[in-house]
């Protein structure tokens, strides 16, 4: 029985060593799994209430056991307590209440056992090597790496990198590209997740990081910090940007990238799959910055809305198409790249849309203003767009306008004021008879005009506006930009298409929250009045 033992002994060290070695785990972790089994053995032997601990000597393999018992006064579990006499037999000087040792014979690890001890082992080691992997490919995130395709599998590729696997999901993979088992293929490390089955390692040849990071190992400037990639936009397989930046005045960061005789960035290209780049010089100004990632479309000016968060790029009418792109790729690409939204109109569509808006808007003021149309046009000439901004405007301003007064400057701010309150007037009487209570005209911000919306789009009470989010009140509608798709399916699967209901009035978040706060403010003080109630 003894050479079985130490033959079973010989085994497992032998096993752990092997182990250890193999899948460069550290020898303690394969050890404490082998003394997980041993007890687990034990306790089948002596019985599974009992608290059974190993140690195994890794030099000799030596193993001991004992189990740890509670002295007591009076015995209830006799698996885990012993009384003072019988203590004392164990360890002089024990007291109750002390934990004690109470050795046990080493058992015989029979074929079952043995088995069952590799298998504990092995799946310690399993969850060491999958936290080893987490915890090494974790730091390398946003690198590229090289590997073997293992396999295909439901369009998604397999690669083997070596100690662990990695993942190109068929959306992270250049489209039309085809890889087969055993070709070597380099891709981004995107992100690294902790799961139950071992790290999931995601790859990335699609995402334009991976485009940035081969631009960096092509380019030595790149890799310096003398060139600096500050955006990057991808159609991947198609056409891509990049702007990039040179940090000493001396070298064409441009030209540093596409290298001599373009060896660079075809070196780039070919791993991309013929993947077409524009290189763009990368500017602080916007403006200039979208002039040149419309290239090669040729730009006649750019008119940026703040307020709205637009901006209208006006092209020559033979440039529409090429500013454009096939299928809107040109203006889509630029527009990731500077991270603005992009209007593209010609100069005919230009001049017609300012054209329609200086008829309108003139007419307006003559109608409310009462003057003629040479007045209203200078009006308008002028910049004055709305009737606020000439009612509430310094006099000045009015007054330099060539052929104008301080006389005829405050008459026309006296009758603009007289008819934003005629406006006013008109919607009070609207929303009356819509119904809106008039406890909605006492929350800040909403005015007579945005409650006669309100009240048009059903909201007549507080709770009405309070059950609104600040999205459903204040979300402005995203117009398809030319160059986008308009198919009912694309539209319907964008949720930002749909405006909030005082979308036009040009109203900020923290407006849009401040207004249903207010609205909600009833429901608090009903909360705090009943909870008063029930406290006395």
């Known amino acids: 029985m003894a050479n079985t033992i130490a033959a079973n002994k010989a085994e497992l060290l032998a096993i752990a060593n092997a182990v250890a070695s193999e899948k460069m785990i550290d020898k303690a972790i394969v050890v404490e799994a082998l003394e997980e089994a041993i007890q687990r053995a034990a306790r089948a032997r002596y019985g599974a209430e009992n608290d059974i601990r190993a140690k195994l000597d890794t030099q000799t393999g030596d193993l001991r056991l ?192 596409v290298g001599m005789k373009g060896s660079r960035v075809q070196a780039v290209v070919q791993e991309m799959q013929g993947e077409k780049i524009d290189i763009i010089p990368w500017s602080e100004d916007t403006a200039t910055f979208i002039v040149n990632a419309l290239q090669p479309a040729t730009v006649s000016r750019v008119v940026i809305d703040e307020e709205e968060g637009r901006i209208e790029v006006v092209v020559p009418d033979d440039q529409l198409s090429l500013a454009i792109g096939r299928r809107g790729q040109n203006v889509r690409l630029a527009s990731q790249l500077t991270g603005r939204g992009i209007d593209i109109m010609t100069e005919a569509e230009s001049s017609e849309r300012r054209q329609k808006e200086f008829v309108e808007r003139s007419e307006m003021f003559q109608q409310e203003l009462d003057v003629d149309e040479t007045l209203a046009q200078l009006l308008v000439a002028e910049g004055f767009s709305e009737l606020e901004e000439v009612a509430y405007v310094d006099p000045s301003e009015i007054a330099a306008i060539e052929g104008f007064d301080e006389d005829l400057a405050a008459e026309l701010q006296s009758r603009a004021q007289e008819a934003l309150e005629r406006r006013e007037e008109a919607n009070r009487t609207e929303r009356r008879e819509l119904g809106v209570e008039d406890a909605l005209a006492e929350l800040p911000i909403l005015t007579e005009a945005m409650l006669v919306v309100l009240g048009k789009a059903g909201i007549k009470t507080l709770d009405d506006l309070a059950d609104l989010a600040t999205d459903e009140l204040i979300q402005k509608a995203r117009e398809p930009r030319r160059n986008e798709r308009s198919d009912r399916e694309t539209r319907r699967n964008r949720t930002e298409d749909k405006a909030g209901i005082l979308a036009t009035f040009g109203l900020s978040e923290e407006q849009g929250n401040e207004i249903i706060m207010a609205a909600r403010a009833h429901w608090f003080e009903e909360e705090d009045a009943v909870a008063a109630e029930n406290s006395q």
């Open 66 to 257: 004992w189990r740890v018992v509670e002295v007591v006064e009076e015995v209830e579990d006799y698996f885990k307590q012993v009384d003072l006499k019988q203590a004392e037999k164990l360890q002089k000087g024990a007291a109750v209440g002390d934990f004690i040792v109470d050795p046990l014979p080493p058992v015989d690890l029979g074929r079952i056992d043995a088995q069952s001890a590799k298998q504990v082992i092995f799946q310690k080691v399993r969850d060491a090597e999958r936290e080893r992997q987490y915890e090494e490919f974790k730091e390398r995130a946003g690198e590229i790496i090289t590997g073997v395709v293992k396999s295909v599998e439901f369009g998604h590729v397999v690669v083997d990198l070596g100690r662990a696997e990695g993942v190109i999901r068929r959306d992270q993979q250049i489209p039309r590209e085809v890889v087969r088992n055993g070709d070597r293929v380099r891709a981004l490390i995107m992100k690294v997740q902790r799961e139950n089955r071992g790290p999931q390692i995601l790859l990335s040849r699609a995402h334009p990081d991976f485009m940035k990071k081969l631009f960096a190992q092509e380019v030595p400037e790149i890799y310096d910090g003398v060139i600096e990639i500050k955006a990057a936009a991808r159609d991947p397989g198609s056409r891509a940007k990049i702007g990039v930046i040179s940090y000493d005045s001396s070298i064409d960061p441009v030209g540093a990238c």
